[in-house]
């Protein structure tokens, strides 16, 4: 089993900025891929970003490409979504989501979930 536990949400002003962290704790394995997902009010979940164990390999939603940053930390079990020059339409509850194997965008693939954070951005 494996627990996901996301921070950093809140409200921010277009063109602000917010970082997201999401802290994996239990039986993690070291060929893990880490993925950020929302969902706004009204809408269909989406993928936003993965990360490969390594870092050394990630993949973005073309709505967000250039303006947000995924990383991780390892020895911290942790990833983080680095967001900058945010727009209203990023308003949506934020998750963090892990599988292994692979790194692909299909959110069906991704085996456990946190809980989500709310990232509000006004105008």
């Known amino acids: 089993q494996v627990h996901l536990v996301e921070s950093g949400g809140g409200l921010v002003q277009a063109g602000g900025s917010l970082r997201l962290s999401c802290a994996a704790s239990?039986?993690?394995?070291?060929?893990?891929?880490m993925g950020w997902f929302r969902q706004a009010p009204g809408k269909e979940r989406e993928f936003v970003s993965a990360i490969s164990w390594s870092g050394g390999v990630t993949t973005y939603a073309a709505s967000v490409r250039g303006r947000f940053t995924i990383s991780r930390n390892n020895a911290k079990n942790t990833v983080y979504l680095q967001m900058s020059s945010l727009k209203p339409e990023d308003t949506a509850l934020y998750y963090c989501a892990y599988k292994v194997g692979i790194m692909v965008s299909t959110e069906s693939t991704y085996d456990y979930w946190g809980q989500g954070t709310q990232v509000t951005v006004s105008s």
């Open positions: 239990g039986r993690t394995f070291g060929t893990n891929v």
